[in-house]
């Protein structure tokens, strides 16, 4: 199994095609992305196939910041600073903000989705291929209005096709 998962992972072309799909559900006007109602959005890099073959899979730039990684807008990181924020715990406990929340439920939600509604699963959800987007413009404009989550996915190399008899045995 570790061995099968790992040269899917190195498979371009076929995580290619992966991206396409999962574009085809969850990108803007997706059947599945319509299924999980307006809580929130997706961000889906576009594929570049002329410029992707079976050694390089070229696709769009997401900007955004990995998941349980504060960092201040316009703020840079460094890779050994990024390597600490991610390994040390901050030095003082507080509670989640209610935008984190919000992420958090929105990340369930895309999930059950995926596992339940299309069987299309994104087999590799850790914290660097889910990143959190800075909400658009209306923030700027509207700061009054709460914006939604806003979660983007990357790095299709493993995402599994669930049965319908698999997804009928979970809910019943």
Known sequence: EFFSR????????????????????YG???????ALGRGGE???????????????????????SPIGLEVTAGEEILPAELARRLTIPPPRPRGPRADQLRLVEWGISC??????VTGLM????????????EPRQTRRLLPWRRQPPTLAYVDFGLVSRV?????DGLIC
């Open 111 to 116: 999930t059950l989705s995926q596992l339940l």
């Open 42 to 64: 997706i961000v889906l890099p576009v594929p570049y196939e002329e410029l992707s073959g079976g050694r390089v899979l070229s696709m769009s730039w997401v900007e955004g």
């Open 28 to 34: 803007p006007g997706g059947w599945g992305r319509r």
């Open 6 to 25: 790992l040269f899917e992972e190195m498979d371009y072309v076929g995580e290619a095609a992966n991206l396409r799909l999962f574009r085809e559900a």
């Open 163 to 167: 049965p319908h008899n698999v997804r």
């Open 122 to 133: 994104h087999a590799d959800t850790h914290g660097g291929n889910l990143l959190r987007v």
